[in-house]
């Protein structure tokens, strides 16, 4: 961990490829938390292990790993937002990382935040939670911007600007100001967004509804009294817009910028 910090510090574009014999989540997290880009258990598979030297350097015969970066004012604000779209995206190749950034007063037992990590490894994505970010506004702040500058995303999703919750609007704010270099922006929708939600860009995910609302239920499992994550409310948001596309299953999107 120690290592990480010190060569981010160094070079805060350097790729960190960590390494270890550790399953518990918590090692993986902090390593996350240090710099770490990637992540492999051991024992390691040499062609996974050349592989993902390759794609971290630039060295592959592929064209590089494009990130996406998606944030949220709550724990599963992501999944229920776009969660279809980044089940595609990563199914493409892409690297998805998920940062919820503000605790939700509602569950007192943190319920949500169990919930978390398993509801991302079934989008195909990692999550990155650090619970003294989550009180505190500049910590949320700087891990956005670590996040961006590490991944060097092309796109970043997270909450529309007009939203009635104050951790929602927290994270539109935090996310418009930390994303200045990056090209597409997008607003998806929550539970709260208001009547100015005018949505230009929807994303038909009726191939991967169904793992998405799968997702979600980790969240019930987790014991998160959260009705706005309940699957089904899922499947209702993805039809009622369909009307805008063609009848199918989608996610709407309002661009904040590019497209």
Known sequence: FELCRIAKSENPTIPILAITGYTATHYQEEAFRAGATELLTKPLHRDEFVAKVAELTGTGDGP????????????????????????????????????????????????????ADKAAQMLGARVV??????????????IVEKLVADLRPRTV?????????????????IAKASTGAVPTLLGYQTATSGLDFRPS???????????????????????????????????????????????????????????
């Open 64 to 115: 590089p790993r494009s990130a996406i970066l998606a944030i949220g004012g709550l724990v599963g604000d992501v999944e229920m937002g776009c969660g279809g779209t980044l089940i595609r995206q990563a199914a493409a190749g892409a690297q998805v990382v998920i940062v919820p950034l503000c605790r939700d007063e509602m569950d007192s037992g943190n319920k949500g935040l169990a919930g």
């Open 201 to 259: 860009k929807f994303e038909d995910v009726s191939e991967h509804l169904m793992d998405k609302m799968e997702a979600l239920t980790a969240y019930m499992e987790s014991g998160a009294n959260r009705l706005d994550l309940t699957p089904r409310m899922a499947q209702a948001y993805a039809r009622y817009w369909g009307r805008m596309h063609r009848f199918a299953e989608v996610e709407p999107f309002e661009v904040i910028r590019g497209g």
């Open 157 to 173: 999703l997270f909450p529309a600007m007009d939203d009635s919750h104050p951790a929602r609007r927290e994270a539109f704010r």
């Open 129 to 142: 939670i650090d619970e003294g970010a989550l009180d505190d506004t500049q910590q949320r702040m700087a």
